[in-house]
């Protein structure tokens, strides 16, 4: 098969779908890859370590997808990106439709087959492509939350840990799912005061097994949510619901009563954002304030920490690209239904049933 990777072009983006070593599992198995130029040179993956791996060097994106059967991205593609697929090619990527309606119309308009990182499975009911930039997001929250506490950024000017004789800062994790996890490891190790709320009695207490006395875990009710809201110096929507848009935890009239200078930082904006007053940001220009409060909300937080974010993503993705060329996509999805899981967009149609009521459009389902 012939695999295509294009330049990501999203605001500050600077991963790649294929590293090179990646490329040489393809190259191996006998695919071609065909690898625009300049795509890895934002984390210093130069066309040379590409084409010592085996991949032809292109000089534009239109060559990659008018040459490529499959094309493997990162993020969404643009509405540039959309425009150049078409019925023969295979999209595998991040999609998070649900939060999108523009691009889900263009890629049904398309005719493209569209697998997204975000939907597919595992044997355990986890969402194996999903996880190392969940946990990603997890840690980076508690670092860029930390960071706009400061004073200089329009924060409380609080630290996080406090010091002897100073309490911590309080720290509210909404949803103890893999980012909630990371969040609250990050937070703990910078001895914050740390609260995770779930609304599963069951995973909190796993979560305070696995964190026995440094956190506490707390029902995630509306009244407990707008306390802990009130009195939190940092919050962090990490809540997810797989393929669907996240649910508004935290209202407006929850914000306005939180403390001038607190801290918003909402994970799920990919989604959607579990704040009402959540619209997504860029890493140009990735913070708000309304009521006081500042708002991060950055739709691709991991692409700030883009070396080690392409790194962890490959590891998990290159099994099911190895599969996909292989195969196909009919024929590797029949044999996975874990991988079947991750078709959102076929011939035209929805065929993932949550985003098609999240965007009120018509929902097809897939048969092997």
Same mark, same amino acid.
């Given at each position: 098969?012939?695999?295509?990777?294009?330049?990501?072009?999203? *605001?500050?983006?600077?991963?790649?779908?294929?590293?090179?070593?990646?490329?040489?599992? @393809?190259?191996?198995?006998?695919?071609?890859?065909?690898?625009?130029?300049?795509?890895? *040179? !934002?984390?210093? @993956?130069?066309?040379?370590?590409?084409?010592?791996?085996?991949?032809?060097?292109v000089p534009t994106a239109a060559d990659v997808f008018?040459?490529?059967e499959m094309i493997v991205?990162?993020?969404?593609?643009?509405?540039?990106?959309?425009?150049?697929?078409?019925?023969?090619?295979? @999209? %595998?990527?991040?999609?998070?439709?649900?939060?999108?309606?523009?691009?889900?119309? !263009?890629?049904?308009?398309?005719? $493209?087959?569209?697998?997204?990182? #975000?939907t597919v499975t595992d044997r355990k009911g986890g969402l194996p492509l999903l996880k190392p930039m969940s946990e990603v997001a997890g840690r980076m929250s508690v670092q860029v939350g930390a960071h706009y506490l400061e004073k200089e950024q329009g924060g409380r000017g609080v630290l996080l840990g406090g010091v002897p004789g100073v309490a911590p800062a309080k720290v509210a994790i909404l949803g103890g799912g893999i980012s909630g996890v990371n969040a609250a490891q990050m937070a703990v190790g910078m001895r914050a005061d740390v609260t995770i709320y779930d609304i599963s009695n069951d995973r909190l207490a796993e979560l305070d097994m696995f964190f026995s006395s440094q956190i506490k875990t707390e029902f995630a009710s509306k009244a407990a949510i707008a306390e802990a809201v009130k009195h939190a110096n940092l919050v962090i929507g990490a809540v997810l619901v797989? !393929?669907? $848009?996240?649910?508004?935890?935290?209202?407006?009239?929850?914000?306005?009563?939180?403390?001038?200078?607190? /801290?918003? /930082?909402?994970?799920?904006?990919?989604?959607?954002?579990? %704040? #009402?007053?959540?619209?997504?940001?860029?890493?140009?220009?990735?913070? %708000?304030?309304?009521?006081?409060v500042i708002h991060y909300c950055v739709a691709n937080m991991p692409g700030a920490v883009a070396r080690t974010s392409a790194f962890a993503l490959n590891n998990a993705t290159l099994p099911f690209a190895l599969r996909l060329a292989n195969m196909g996509a009919e024929a590797a999805m029949k044999a996975d239904p874990h991988l079947a899981a991750g078709l959102n967009v076929y011939k035209g149609k929805i065929a993932f049933k949550a985003v098609a009521d999240d965007l009120d459009l018509p929902f097809e389902a897939w048969t092997a």
């Open positions: 098969m012939r695999v295509g990777v294009p330049k990501e072009i999203k *605001n500050h983006e600077y991963r790649v779908g294929l590293t090179p070593a990646s490329v040489a599992e @393809l190259v191996h198995a006998g695919h071609e890859v065909i690898v625009e130029t300049k795509a890895g *040179n !934002g984390i210093d @993956l130069e066309d040379s370590a590409y084409t010592d791996a085996g991949a032809r060097i008018d040459q490529a991205k990162v993020k969404e593609p643009q509405q540039v990106e959309i425009a150049m697929l078409k019925p023969h090619h295979l @999209l %595998f990527t991040y999609l998070h439709l649900a939060a999108d309606k523009p691009q889900a119309e !263009g890629l049904m308009k398309s005719g $493209a087959t569209c697998i997204a990182y #975000e797989p !393929g669907a $848009a996240a649910p508004k935890l935290v209202t407006r009239d929850m914000i306005k009563t939180m403390q001038r200078g607190s /801290v918003l /930082v909402d994970i799920a904006i990919d989604q959607g954002g579990c %704040f #009402e007053t959540s619209h997504a940001t860029t890493h140009e220009d990735p913070v %708000f304030v309304i009521d006081g």
